[in-house]
């Protein structure tokens, strides 16, 4: 079950992965909005995956990491935000259904998820502050491009 305790440090990769739902303010040239849901790797510090879309239900967050899950297999725990997407009933479904611990961060205190704060900094500095956006398609192509540099 989930959690707002201090979690375990995994010594091999694919056993902790952090996520978060970028939900800051992220526009294409026409006004339409995105958010981006990244998934790192805690100790190999990879990024997983970035997601771009208008919105993102926690059933859709579930499928995402499901399509990791087929490369890297299932972690043993994620690290999240208490974000709507993130605690919603598919979520705590699917952290059942594949007996992932999933711990949230305590409301308010984003350092305690710092690798992922700190890609995100980097995430809007690097990629997001330095493009127009014309559509979803070539946000998620820019974004993707930049995970990969």
């Known amino acids: 079950m989930s959690s707002h305790q201090p979690w375990a440090l995994f010594p091999v990769p694919s056993c902790l992965w ?74 705590l479904k699917w952290q059942q259904d594949h007996a992932v611990e999933w711990h949230y961060i305590a409301p308010g205190k984003p350092m305690q998820n710092g690798f992922v704060e700190s890609f995100n900094g980097r995430l809007r500095d690097e990629c997001l502050n330095e493009h127009l956006f014309t559509s979803y398609r070539h946000a998620r192509e820019i974004i993707e491009d930049w995970k990969n540099d």
């Open 18 to 91: 952090v996520s978060t739902l970028y939900a800051a303010v992220v526009v294409l040239v026409d006004g339409r909005r995105f958010r981006v849901l990244c998934v790192l790797d805690d100790f190999s510090r990879e990024c997983l995956a970035t997601v771009v879309d208008n919105s993102l239900s926690g059933e859709r967050v579930g499928r995402e990491l499901d399509r990791i899950a087929l490369s890297t297999g299932y972690p043993r725990m994620i690290v999240s935000d208490n974000g709507t997407e993130l605690t919603s009933n598919a979520i």
